[in-house]
T-cell receptor, first 107, second 113 residues
Framework: KNEVEQSPQNLTAQEGEFITINCSYSVGISALHWLQQHPGGGIVSLFMLSSGKKKHGRLIATINIQEKHSSLHITASHPRDSAVYIC?????????FGKGTKLSVKP | SQTIHQWPATLVQPVGSPLSLECTVEGTSNPNLYWYRQAAGRGLQLLFY??????ISSEVPQNLSASRPQDRQFILSSKKLLLSDSGFYLC????????????FGPGTRLTVL
């Protein structure tokens, strides 16, 4: 069993839909990272959070430390949001990655 | 502002050939540096990290090695590539040790034939 699990693995949505990607972890972490990987491979850090909620534009990330669960929400999704979204748990200075969720937003 | 560079962007190498991938960071001093590999269908795996010049920690035994000859330069090497070394290699940096945000380079896609 992976220490960081994401669901779903693949997600197809229509433009405008509200999207949720989930991340559960079994290891003790001090911070949870959400990353976005574009088709070309480049990775962008979206959020790093250790409690509560963070918002940036149409993206919202939440974390529940007690339940060891985090969610990434995208409101009013757009085709340009199509990418792989990866969550990673920060443990002892390093990151443990989930396998990613591939999101496709159709116009 | 800080930027991170990797080269080459893509590389096709025969089995048994050597490898050298380079990563440099600009706009910061004493960064923590990381090498990750993303194999097809798998998540990112930490290969090496470095907290300073000449200080390298390896996370998994493998056919690769890393060096940090300068503060902002991180090199990934192999003497003889294996087919299983194919993948997408990403360099990243963070400002401090611990759980700080990491910033990723553009990556190198390596195909070993």
């Amino acid at each position: 069993k992976n220490e960081v699990e994401q669901s779903p693995q693949n997600l197809t949505a229509q433009e405008g839909e509200f999207i949720t990607i989930n991340c559960s972890y079994s290891v003790g972490i001090s911070a949870l990272h959400w990353l976005q990987q574009h088709p070309g491979g480049g990775i962008v850090s979206l959020f790093m959070l250790s409690s509560g909620k963070k918002k940036h534009g149409r993206l919202i990330a939440t974390i529940n430390i007690q339940e060891k669960h985090s969610s990434l929400h995208i409101t009013a999704s757009h085709p340009r949001d199509s990418a792989v979204y990866i969550c990673a748990g920060g443990s002892q200075g390093n990151l443990i990655f989930g396998k990613g969720t591939k999101l496709s937003v159709k116009p | 502002s800080q930027t991170i560079h990797q080269w080459p962007a893509t590389l096709v190498q025969p089995v048994g050939s050597p490898l050298s991938l380079e990563c440099t960071v600009e706009g910061t001093s004493n960064p923590n540096l990381y090498w990750y590999r993303q194999a097809a269908g798998r998540g990112l795996q930490l290969l090496f990290y470095s907290v300073g010049i000449g200080q390298i920690s390896s996370e998994v035994p493998q056919n690769l090695s890393a060096s940090r000859p300068q503060d902002r330069q991180f090199i990934l090497s192999s003497k003889k590539l294996l087919l299983s070394d194919s993948g997408f290699y990403l360099c990243a940096w963070s400002a401090l040790a611990g759980y700080n945000e990491q910033f990723f380079g553009p990556g190198t896609r390596l195909t070993v034939l």
